[in-house]
Nanobody
Framework: QLQLVESGGGLVQPGGSLRLSCAAS????????IGWFRQAPGKEREGISC???????NYADSVKGRFTISRDNAKNTVYLQMNSLKPEDTAVYYC????????????????WGQGTQVTVSS
């Protein structure tokens, strides 16, 4: 059974940065694409980034140019570096493992972490 644990969330001022981590245990992430999602209060969950097993990445328009996803297979961990944070980035952030090795539409994810809160406020 694959378990995912997010960490690195917190309170940050607008324009600041945070790095989220998604640590996996139980199974290797080597054969799975990994995505980051977020859900703000009263809004639907939004897929924001994905990294394939080969390292190919994609981003939602809302975070493109500000967020960077990366993976360290040796550590079985995926990261989301978030720069130039805005109040509208406030949400609970989740990582998820996809059933496939490639990224496509934000679907096909079968393992999810519990989420980490990111709050951007002055």
């Amino acid at each position: 059974q694959l378990q995912l644990v997010e960490s690195g969330g917190g309170l940050v001022q607008p324009g600041g940065s945070l790095r989220l981590s998604c640590a996996a245990s139980g199974l290797t992430l080597d054969y799975r694409a990994i995505g980051w999602f977020r859900q703000a209060p009263g809004k639907e969950r939004e897929g924001i980034s994905c990294v394939s097993t080969s390292g190919s990445t994609n981003y939602a328009d809302s975070v493109k140019g500000r967020f960077t996803i990366s993976r360290d297979n040796a550590k079985n961990t995926v990261y989301l570096q978030m720069n130039s944070l805005k109040p509208e980035d406030t949400a609970v952030y989740y990582c998820a493992a996809r059933q496939y090795y490639y990224c496509a539409a934000y679907e096909g994810y079968d393992y999810w972490g519990q989420g980490t809160q990111v709050t951007v406020s002055s």
